[in-house]
């Protein structure tokens, strides 16, 4: 989960945080496949940072 | 960050997953391999109440992960962009938290979602909600333009997800909001799974 945050804060993103996990495939026919594969739905939020914290980032 | 294994293209799957979600904005009822509709909208965290309130077309075909508007935290006439807006359930439910003076742009790349949207937007008489046709890695939008970006259940779908993501902030204003559901694996996959379109969708 960590790794899929890193991407969203590699495109650019600040205060990416997450939220809620849903148990999508309960309950429907595919729901083995989902447990089998360890599937999860998980909401995350994020923000575009300001133009003075951009600025802020240092460039190598 | 594309995560394809060997021997599918991105293009490959692109048309897949264009011809499979135009299947379910034909024929929702059918069996596509993960779950569509209104009970499992209700499912996922959308309230009945707020479901019956608005045109049927629209949770009939939803394939969404889970509820994103509540956590985008809208108010009166920002710009929100509804990316793989699907059959258009977010766009209607950002639509109300925006309202007349608010602009919905709903985005998705199959032509059959885009035509269940548009009748959909009109049943619910929300002149403020614009459904168009176009690729979410390329979006017919200004940079800035938006205040918030709604995305439920494409990453997990597109073989890009860096260039989704870098879309997106491209078009929000700093300072904008991305609210997001996904689907992800929390283990790896087994050895010999993920190599065909079919897995693409399981």
């Given at each position: 989960?960590?790794?899929?945050?890193?991407?969203?804060?590699?495109?650019?993103?600040?205060?990416?945080?997450?939220?809620?996990?849903?148990?999508?495939?309960?309950?429907?026919?595919?729901?083995?496949?989902?447990?089998?594969?360890?599937?999860?739905?998980?909401?995350?939020?994020?923000?575009?940072?300001?133009?003075?914290?951009?600025?802020?980032?240092?460039?190598? | 960050?594309?995560?394809?294994?060997?021997?599918l293209?991105?293009?490959a799957v692109q048309a897949a997953v264009r011809e499979r979600?135009?299947?379910?904005?034909?024929?929702?009822?059918?069996?596509?391999?993960?779950?569509?509709?209104?009970?499992?909208?209700?499912?996922?965290?959308?309230?009945?109440?707020?479901?019956?309130?608005?045109?049927?077309?629209?949770?009939?075909?939803?394939?969404?992960?889970?509820?994103?508007?509540?956590?985008?935290?809208?108010?009166?006439?920002?710009?929100?962009?509804?990316?793989?807006?699907?059959?258009?359930?977010?766009?209607?439910?950002?639509?109300?938290?925006?309202?007349?003076?608010?602009?919905?742009?709903?985005?998705?790349?199959?032509?059959?979602?885009?035509?269940?949207?548009?009748?959909?937007?009109?049943?619910?008489?929300?002149?403020?909600?614009?459904?168009?046709?176009?690729?979410?890695?390329?979006?017919?939008?200004?940079?800035?333009?938006?205040?918030?970006?709604?995305?439920?259940?494409?990453?997990?779908?597109?073989?890009?997800?860096?260039?989704?993501?870098?879309?997106?902030?491209?078009?929000?204003?700093?300072?904008?909001?991305?609210?997001?559901?996904?689907?992800?694996?929390?283990?790896?996959?087994?050895?010999?799974?993920?190599?065909?379109l079919d897995?693409w969708f399981?």
């Amino acid at each position: 989960m960590e790794e899929y945050l890193d991407v969203v804060r590699g495109a650019g993103f600040a205060d990416v945080e997450l939220g809620e996990m849903v148990d999508v495939f309960s309950g429907s026919p595919h729901e083995s496949d989902a447990r089998e594969f360890e599937t999860r739905g998980v909401g995350f939020s994020a923000r575009k940072p300001g133009r003075q914290e951009r600025s802020d980032v240092p460039t190598t | 960050m594309s995560q394809l294994p060997d021997g599918l293209s991105p293009d490959a799957v692109q048309a897949a997953v264009r011809e499979r979600y135009s299947g379910v904005a034909a024929e929702p009822a059918r069996d596509f391999g993960f779950p569509v509709g209104r009970a499992f909208a209700e499912a996922v965290g959308y309230a009945p109440e707020l479901l019956a309130a608005l045109p049927a077309e629209a949770a009939e075909a939803f394939a969404g992960v889970a509820c994103p508007v509540p956590r985008a935290e809208l108010h009166p006439g920002e710009t929100v962009v509804d990316l793989g807006c699907g059959a258009g359930l977010d766009s209607l439910l950002a639509a109300r938290a925006v309202g007349e003076t608010g602009h919905v742009i709903g985005v998705d790349f199959a032509p059959q979602m885009v035509e269940r949207a548009r009748r959909v937007a009109n049943v619910a008489r929300m002149p403020q909600v614009e459904i168009r046709l176009a690729d979410g890695c390329a979006l017919p939008l200004a940079d800035e333009s938006a205040d918030a970006v709604l995305v439920n259940g494409i990453f997990n779908l597109n073989p890009d997800k860096t260039a989704l993501l870098r879309e997106a902030g491209r078009v929000l204003r700093p300072g904008g909001r991305l609210v997001a559901a996904e689907i992800i694996l929390t283990a790896p996959l087994p050895e010999g799974e993920g190599h065909s379109l079919d897995d693409w969708f399981r």
